[in-house]
């Protein structure tokens, strides 16, 4: 039992505390954030989900639908400034010295696809096999580590292209895929196209909605496209914002029918931008949010990112900057040392920013003989709330959480798709805030006034624990007195809801293993909104809350609180430091 071990227990009457209101201190605000939040400005989604990466539209969709107050833009910062990108495709056949592979991919009824590689040039040829339904043969130009995907605004292609065999019924194709919009304007939900076709006939069509097409006839000899996506997204689909779109995949064939076959030959891509490094895609992104926001008022836009040529972290700060990485050529290779990643914190740290430790590895040695890198937050849950992966990162969290690594912990959404979030198993990173400002959500975010909860079993579903009348999750408090009366929240519990009471030593001794005892509560047992429980203190104790629902499955997490002696040197962010009210030992 815990009363017998960590913690004293449940108590049965809490004198000196006065009643809080629902949440803990008045005048917060309860929000739903999604911290973890990719767009066009990021790589393509998976091809599972059915390709292209999400655009901002998307997402903000998927907010609205799943109630979601708050969206961070965590965009990859090198895809946001297109650090190390790829500025031509030579096609010789090779990985370019920049991770280029090539994959063949065939579509509808087509046969004898065949591709070579010959004098800098890609060779393709098929024939279409239905008298009325084309067929297509591909090559996908897989760029490594989606080495030309980040939003196309400035983009600008230079293509060179021979059409050997076309006419009526075969075409030489050169296919953009873009962003993932949800349904709009009469059109359905899906991603957006662009095709450039080389046949008989000059032309320009939309197909099945999403596919626009221009066809430019063939001379015979080699021929140069020149291709400002933007502008054909605009003239195909005027009522989008258009600059809400990625350059997510590029594939390089022939389309055949009745019996026809196609070949031709692509040269030279040149891939031209205009954007300066740090600059572009801050004030692009921001233009988005705006216009964008025009259609969502009831959602918060914020924008941070998720640096990625360290250890993946994501930024959260009032005003966001880029880091300026320094030149590495083309198809740069992240530097995933502790130095490197650190020295990023501390960058970040100097403007301001709060700093997230973004799926860490299971590394409990490292993290404390690194502090956590020195981070003010963690993922304590994955994109898919597995189990497994859920129960190492709270190990992970309560390794910290002894060695007092004061961190929040949050939900890893990392949502690249923008679509069915509902039936995903999200979990919203939920805060008691003053305001949707910046300022405030950072602070309340720096103090812990976090929890966790599954956006679609648990959505209405609220934590916090308090002390002496007001909110005490994710603080510190160091104190001579031997326990502390502790009031636990734990609203709009479904029937047969389970709260287990998480205490655990905080010694702050190195120790790579946790030492938690827990105890579980019934719904019922906070029938009355709030569970008085007292916390011994010991050399140093803190307490979390979980909640699962009856069969099991995790719908909750609070962040903990700690109670450590008064004695005790440790460093406490002052956003932690909590002072108890007259009556009690004050530090």
Known sequence: MLGAGLGIGVAAAVGGLGTPAVGGDPGRTLLRMSTHTHSSFSEGGSYADGGGGASMLAQLEQARQTGTDVVWWTDHDWRMEAFGYYDTISFDGTDEGQQLA???????????????????????????????????????????????????????????????????????????????????????????????????????????????????????????????????????????????????????????????????????????????????????????????????????????????????????????????????????????????????????????????????????????????????????????????????????????????????????????????????????????SRSRSARDLIAALAAGQVFLNHQRLWPTGSLDLTVDGRSAMGQVILTDLADLPVEILAANLPAGATVDVVVGVCDRSGATTRHIERQSFPSSAFAGGLLPFRLARAEGRYLRVEVFDAAGVPLGFSNPMWLLPDTDDVEVPKARRFRLGRGSHRH
């Open 102 to 432: 090539w994959y063949p991919q065939n579509e509808g009824p087509i046969t004898g696809a065949r591709h070579a590689f010959a004098g800098n040039a890609l060779r393709v040829t098929a024939t279409g096999t239905s008298a009325t339904s084309w067929g297509a043969a591909w090559m996908w130009g897989d760029g490594g580590n989606s080495f030309y995907t980040t939003n196309l605004t400035d983009t600008t292609l230079v293509l060179d292209v021979l059409a050997e065999r076309t006419g009526p019924d075969a075409e030489l194709v050169f296919q953009i895929e873009t962003s993932y919009r949800p349904a709009i304007a009469g059109r359905p939900a899906g991603v957006y196209v662009l095709e450039y076709r080389i046949g008989s006939q000059a032309s320009r069509v939309i197909e099945a909605d999403l596919t626009g097409v221009v066809t430019v006839r063939a001379t015979g000899t080699w021929q140069t496209l020149k291709i400002r996506p933007l502008r054909d997204l605009q003239r195909f689909w005027p009522d989008l914002v258009a600059e809400d779109s990625a350059l997510a995949r590029l594939r390089f064939g022939v389309r055949a029918r009745n019996n026809a076959t196609g070949q031709g030959a692509f040269g030279h891509l040149r891939i031209k931008r205009t954007r300066d490094q740090l600059r572009w895609a801050v004030r692009e992104q921001r233009a988005l949010m705006e216009r964008l926001g025009k259609g969502y008022p009831e959602i918060t836009q914020l924008l941070g990112a998720e640096v990625s040529m360290v250890r993946h972290m994501n930024v959260f700060m009032e005003h966001f900057e880029l880091f300026p990485y320094p030149d590495r050529g083309t198809a740069p290779v992240l530097d995933n040392s502790v130095a490197a990643a650190q020295e990023m914190v501390r960058w970040y740290h100097e403007r301001g920013a709060l700093v997230q430790y973004n799926h860490p590895p299971l590394d409990a040695a490292e993290l404390v003989t690194s502090r956590a890198l020195g981070c003010d937050l963690m993922e304590a849950l994955d994109s898919r709330a597995d189990v497994t992966v859920a129960n190492n990162r709270f190990n992970l969290f309560d390794v910290a959480a002894r060695n007092a690594i004061f961190l929040t912990a949050t939900s890893q959404n990392d949502d690249h798709a923008g679509r069915d979030w509902a039936r995903k198993f999200y979990f919203h990173t939920s805060v008691w």
